[in-house]
């Protein structure tokens, strides 16, 4: 399975962005998917996950201000950012759950105060 990411940028702050990941290859053995960001010197985190029949779960950081949402069809999986802080400045990385753990390359989110 790959993942290629897309959408990142910079924004200032209260602004929104929206991730999202294409998968390709063996997507039928995808279950949930989810993205994690990271910072410099710290461990990555997880923002939300989706499970392959939509249930959601996010940080409590993120929550009231990210979506995120999967088309099954297309395979991909989005994540809408609202009401941007600086704080939420990392590299965004998909990731799935199938026979193995998926990950993306990374996209960078800069969010200016």
């Known amino acids: 399975v790959q993942l290629v990411e897309s959408g990142g940028g910079l924004v200032q702050a209260g602004g929104s962005l929206r991730l999202s990941c294409v998968a390709s290859?063996?997507?039928?053995?995808?279950?949930?998917m989810g993205w994690y960001r990271q910072v410099p010197g710290k461990k990555r985190e997880l923002v939300a996950l989706?499970?392959?029949?939509?249930?959601?779960n996010y940080a409590d950081s993120v929550k009231g201000r990210f979506t995120i949402s999967r088309d099954n069809a297309e395979n991909t999986v989005s994540l809408q950012m609202n009401s941007l802080k600086p704080e939420d400045t990392a590299v965004y990385y998909c990731?799935?759950?199938?026979?193995?753990?998926?990950w993306g390359q990374g996209t960078q989110v800069t969010v200016s105060s």
């Open positions: 990731h799935a759950i199938g026979r193995y753990d998926y």
């Open positions: 290859g063996r997507v039928r053995s995808i279950g949930a």
């Open positions: 989706i499970s392959s029949a939509g249930i959601t």
